[in-house]
């Protein structure tokens, strides 16, 4: 059997199935043969066809026989169920897989068997509309007449399933998007030269719809799958001609994506600022370091340790005590300026590396890709569009990275100083005599002691610096950072819901009442009253005095037991409503239009 058949008419009877058993108490399978060895998804598969089939038995529910089946005789029992009743009641043709087959996984017995399925459940359908529709070769007839009385009007023709829907020989792209604008012409954000993005948006917006049972690589073959492409054509037809399911133009999908948008910019923003806030700690932070390398207490801590060297040879030499007080005290002096000169370049050394280690890669790393991939998602929306997001003075990052620059900067120039401080300590030499030399006294053998132990501190810090200046990261991706800050503006072939939106209310100021009603009539049931009051609180606004007199407004309030699609928003037209008179919301519809195609200022 080929694989590559296989692979493809598993795909798409996979889709079939999920397509038909969604809402199900049965998880979307995802492994064909394994998800309908145990019988459950053929129950509700049945189940699902059986509510649109013609046959007498239209309505009936099958019960499993085992609800949880954990042996294999179980299974066997389940599928057996289900196939015999396939057999005598739907006269399916079964005759060909056993109950055994299905449970040991055949693919080529259960792709069959699934097949005959689908042309069951198809031809039950399509039987509505055409009387001789039942065999395949009769519904590929129907197909290819339908597709060519459409798509004929583009200058385009089909013979075949197979060969005709092979990106390589033909433009299937063309042929779909032709479909789909005779049924819904608004639909045209394809560009005719890019054929492989153009049939990726067709199957995309077919899955909006729920009709695709193919993708992208069943058409990227030579010689196309014949079943996959029928199958996959044929949901088309009952969607487009027997169903007439295809949808009138709703706003509800220009009314989400603004709102998204809208919480998605905000999102944006609000972690811009908390992402410059911790730019600007981490630059105070660096500044206050670069200050201790460049003050006096760092570059003269060789002098002082020169100066201790100097005075510590003078204790040793000196033939008596007398007259080494005051030395002593001066020595102790420097030394206490060396150690606080030492800790603190340790402590500046320690939070270099560990900005270096901790903050240094969220900030160019993790919430920077965050940041930029929020940013980049909004940009993606709002192209869909056919806008752009242009950030006002306070949310935009050229400040940011005017701030990251001077953290790059700050960071080199530490790294350059700390290596020539680094540098200069590492070449003072510090004494080694023995502290129990002969003719001393006590007091000095003690000192010269304590001298010794301060100089080998002292060296194992300067040492521990040097370390730390190896374990030092001195790059900084300032560059890539630019890049995903930039903002392009989009293509100039954009969609055209904003125009849409705008014909649509006729009107640049309106009331809102007025503005509800002219919503609630291009939505459909569907859309949620705090979608709309999320969508309405965008629109810029103001209150105005209204007197009744004044009001050219007539509302009809349907009852409670009405049909009318509206009904779900009869409580919130009667609150509108009961506000006519008094203080009333006026919306700047011109207004919010501009600021979504300038910017997106929302």
Known sequence: MDDAWVNSQRKTMTRWINSVIQGESVAPITNLEQDLSDGLVLYALVNNMLK??????????????????????????????????????????????????????????????????????????????????NTFHKIKKILLDWVNSIIIKKDLRISNFDRDWSIQENRPDLILWAILDHYNPENKPYRSEKKI???????????????????????????????????????????????????????????????????????????LKLYFGKIERISAGMKSNLDVIESDSSTDTCELLHRCCT?????????????????????????????????????????????????????????????????????????????????????????????????????????????????????????????????????RRNTIKSCLAKFQSFDKIRNNLQDFLGRFDKTFPLEKIRRGFAMPKPDAEVCDDIDYFELQMETSVTTEVKLFDAILNKVSEDISVDLITSFLNLIPSETKKFERSESDFTLNYPSDESDDSNSVFDEVQRSLGSQLAGPQRVYDIKQFLYRIRNGFQV
Not at 230 to 243: A, D, G, R
Not at 248 to 268: C, G, P, S
């Open 311 to 443: 005075f510590f040879d003078i204790i040793v030499m000196a033939e008596s005590d007398e007259d080494l007080v005051h030395t002593m005290d001066a020595l102790q002096c420097i030394l206490q300026m060396v150690e606080s000169s030492y800790t603190s370049l340790l402590d500046a050394f320690e939070d270099f590396e560990t900005y270096g280690k901790s903050m240094k890669p969220q900030i160019v790393d993790e919430e920077y890709e965050k940041l930029t991939s929020r940013l980049q998602l909004l940009q993606e929306k709002l192209q869909q569009l056919g806008t752009y997001y242009e950030p006002s003075d306070v949310s935009n990052p050229s400040k940011l990275l005017v701030k990251l620059s001077e953290v790059a900067d700050m960071e080199t120039k530490f790294v350059e100083k700390s290596e020539v401080v680094v540098k200069g300590l590492l070449q003072v030499k510090f004494p080694n005599q023995r502290a129990d030399q002969e003719g001393c006294s006590e007091w």
């Open 52 to 133: 649109t089939s013609n046959s007498d038995y239209s309505g009936t529910t099958l019960t499993p026989l085992y609800k949880a089946p954990k042996f294999k005789l179980q299974k066997v029992e389940n599928v057996a169920d289900v196939l015999e009743f396939l057999r005598v009641a739907l006269q399916v043709n079964v005759c060909n897989i056993s109950a055994e087959n299905i449970v040991d996984k055949n693919s080529k017995l259960v792709l069959g068997f699934v097949w005959s399925l689908y042309m069951y459940s198809s031809t039950s359908t399509l039987s509505k509309a055409h009387e001789d529709c």
């Open 197 to 271: 993005q153009n049939l990726q948006a067709a199957l995309d917006r077919a899955n909006e719809l729920g009709i695709n049972l193919s993708d992208i690589d069943d058409y990227l073959v030579l010689v196309c799958d014949e079943q996959c492409i029928v199958t996959t054509m044929l949901e088309w037809f009952k969607y487009f001609e027997i169903e007439k399911a295809a949808p009138t133009r709703v706003l509800d999908k220009f009314i989400e994506q603004i709102v998204d948008a809208v919480a998605l910019k905000r999102q944006y923003e609000s972690d």
